[in-house]
Each structure stands twice: as structure tokens, then as C-alpha cells.
């Protein structure tokens, strides 16, 4: 079973940088795709960016396009999210998922493991 650990999180002011990490323990054979999601207070999770095993494919949700880079280190078996000019709409808990499959996904309900999350915010 795929145990996810996030880290990285912390208080930054608006504008800011931070990088996110997602250690994977367990799963490392191929076909399976990792995402970034976030929730942030009184509003669903969604994903913000996903990858393919070998990384070839990202998708990032429209908000962070441009600001987000999703990537991985296989030979570590992490994924990290670097976070760039953040806005405080940027706040919320962001959490690391797995899914079996080789297809990218923007639907949260296809990404059955999930991490405990790490919390952003953004705030001056």
C-alpha cells in the first residue's frame, strides 16, 4: 500500500515562493500518476496539479497555471510542487494523492490514497 507523507508548508507573505514535498512510500512500479490537491477552509479539495509516472504529462487547474510546477524525482520516489507568486486565495491544506493508472485526472474521486497535508498560507 502507497503511504504518502507531505511537507513543506508554512506562513508566507503574498507573492512568495514555496516548495512542497511528497515522499512516497511503497508503489514504485510503473502506471500510476501523482497529484497536488488542496482544500481550502469551507470549500471542496480539488486538484491543482497532476503527473505521469515518467513525467512526461502534467495538468495544472487554470488558477495556478504559469505560478505552479509540479515534477518528480523517481530515483527518490518524491513529487514536489513549487509554488511561485502566491496569492492568498492560495491558502488551504494541500495534499498529495496516488492513482493506479496511467491517465491524468482532475477529478479528486479518482485518486483513492491520499496523504495527511500540509498547510499553506498566504497572508501579509
Known amino acids: 500500500q502507497v503511504k504518502l507523507t507531505e511537507s513543506g508548508g508554512g506562513l508566507v507573505q503574498p507573492g512568495a515562493s514555496l516548495r512542497l514535498s511528497c515522499g512516497v512510500d511503497g508503489g514504485t512500479f510503473g502506471g500510476y500518476v501523482r497529484a497536488w490537491s488542496r482544500q481550502a477552509p469551507g470549500k471542496e479539495r480539488e486538484i491543482v496539479a497532476s503527473i505521469t509516472y515518467g513525467g512526461h504529462q502534467t495538468w495544472y487547474t487554470e488558477s495556478v497555471k504559469g505560478r505552479f510546477t509540479i515534477s518528480k524525482d523517481i530515483g527518490k520516489n518524491v513529487v514536489y510542487l513549487d509554488m511561485n507568486d502566491l496569492k492568498v486565495e492560495d491558502t488551504a491544506v494541500y495534499y498529495c494523492?496516488?492513482?493506479?493508472?496511467?491517465?491524468?485526472?482532475?477529478?479528486?474521486?479518482?485518486?483513492?490514497?491520499w496523504g495527511q497535508g500540509t498547510r499553506v498560507t498566504v497572508s501579509s
Open positions: 494523492a496516488d492513482r493506479n493508472s496511467a491517465s491524468l485526472s482532475a477529478n479528486r474521486l479518482d485518486y483513492p490514497c
